[in-house]
């Protein structure tokens, strides 16, 4: 009589403890490939966008010179405090940290969304990055898209920064609404289910993106191409941010439970 096969799927094994490394290694490596993305596809965009501000500033009328109190001029100006360069290279410091962080944020959701998913260990992986990178990056960046340093007014900064984290509170909310009602279709077909959970994420990110104000501080001489350009460039790296999370907590756990619990061929034998 033939043996039954094992089966293949692989399960999110491991302890808090054990998940939370898998999601500070994985998030590393996120990190310092979305700084590497950001280093090469959105510093140049940035570096262009400064040099637009300076150029304006440059070309001031002279009349706010002479306002100016005496013994003032622009070269008394302050310095940045952390060079161009600096901040090129801080990046990487940045988004390894930021990576880490985010790592270890995704290992605790893993080890609490396993309880109540039959999904394993790289499905589930793979799920939560598409859903974290829905909730934190695509929905608030499609509400509040990311802008150069030429463009925005710094006295609004706080305002700005807290219509963001609103928008972020959106996004989760949106995922675990789609979620939801996913899986309070139980039953029906993959494909219903896969629609209403879908359409209950859109309904939940219109209203939001409705009743959530506006903001348009770009101005309208600032380059149309160069705005387009570093705006696609922000989402590249924030999708290579969470798409490597995503994939290498997958490898990660593929890997670790093959190497502990390796899968044993059986044969059929015929009596």
Same mark, same amino acid.
């Given at each position: 009589?033939?043996?039954?096969?094992?089966?293949?799927?692989?399960?999110? #094994?491991?302890?808090?403890?054990?998940?939370?490394?898998?999601?500070?290694?994985?998030?590393?490596?996120?990190?310092?490939?979305?700084?590497?993305?950001?280093?090469?596809?959105? =510093?140049?965009?940035?570096?262009?966008?400064?040099?637009? =501000?300076?150029?304006?500033?440059?070309?001031?009328?002279?009349?706010?010179?002479?306002?100016?109190?005496?013994?003032?001029?622009?070269?008394?100006?302050?310095?940045?405090?952390?060079?161009?360069?600096?901040?090129?290279?801080?990046?990487?410091?940045?988004?390894?940290?930021?990576?880490?962080? !985010?790592?270890?944020? !995704?290992?605790?959701?893993?080890?609490?969304?396993?309880?109540?998913?039959?999904?394993?260990?790289?499905?589930?992986?793979?799920?939560?990055?598409?859903?974290?990178?829905?909730?934190?990056?695509?929905?608030?960046?499609?509400?509040?898209?990311?802008?150069?340093?030429?463009?925005?007014?710094?006295?609004?900064?706080?305002?700005?920064?807290?219509?963001?984290?609103?928008?972020?509170?959106?996004?989760?909310?949106?995922?675990?609404?789609?979620?939801?009602?996913?899986?309070?279709?139980?039953?029906?077909?993959?494909?219903?289910?896969?629609?209403? #959970?879908?359409?209950?994420?859109?309904?939940?990110?219109?209203?939001?993106?409705?009743?959530?104000?506006?903001?348009? =501080?770009?101005?309208?001489? !600032?380059?149309?191409?160069?705005? +387009?350009?570093?705006?696609?460039?922000?989402?590249?790296?924030?999708?290579?941010? +969470?798409?490597?999370?995503?994939?290498? !907590?997958?490898?990660?756990?593929?890997?670790?439970?093959?190497?502990?619990?390796?899968?044993?061929? =059986?044969?059929?034998?015929?009596?």
């Amino acid at each position: 009589m033939p043996l039954t096969p094992p089966t293949t799927a692989v399960p999110l #094994g491991g302890s808090l403890k054990t998940l939370l490394l898998r999601g500070l290694l994985a998030g590393l490596i996120a990190g310092l490939l979305a700084a590497t993305v950001g280093y090469f596809v959105g =510093e140049p965009k940035i570096d262009a966008a400064i040099a637009i =501000e300076e150029a304006a500033s440059a070309s001031e009328p002279a009349h706010q010179e002479a306002a100016e109190p005496a013994g003032h001029t622009h070269g008394d100006e302050e310095e940045p405090l952390v060079s161009r360069d600096g901040q090129k290279a801080g990046q990487f410091l940045a988004l390894g940290l930021g990576g880490m962080a !985010f790592g270890a944020i !995704f290992a605790a959701a893993a080890h609490h969304a396993r309880r109540f998913t039959t999904l394993s260990g790289p499905r589930l992986a793979l799920g939560l990055g598409i859903g974290g990178w829905l909730a934190i990056a695509a929905v608030p960046f499609f509400k509040y898209p990311a802008n150069p340093p030429a463009v925005g007014d710094p006295e609004t900064i706080n305002d700005r920064t807290l219509l963001w984290v609103a928008s972020v509170l959106l996004g989760l909310v949106a995922v675990g609404a789609g979620v939801y009602v996913y899986k309070s279709l139980h039953g029906k077909l993959d494909t219903l289910r896969l629609i209403g #959970g879908v359409a209950a994420f859109v309904v939940v990110v219109t209203l939001g993106y409705v009743l959530l104000p506006g903001v348009d =501080e770009v101005k309208a001489d !600032f380059p149309a191409g160069l705005l +387009w350009q570093f705006r696609v460039a922000s989402l590249a790296q924030t999708a290579t941010l +969470w798409a490597a999370l995503g994939l290498g !907590f997958a490898f990660l756990t593929e890997f670790t439970t093959r190497s502990t619990t390796p899968v044993r061929e =059986e044969v059929a034998t015929a009596v």
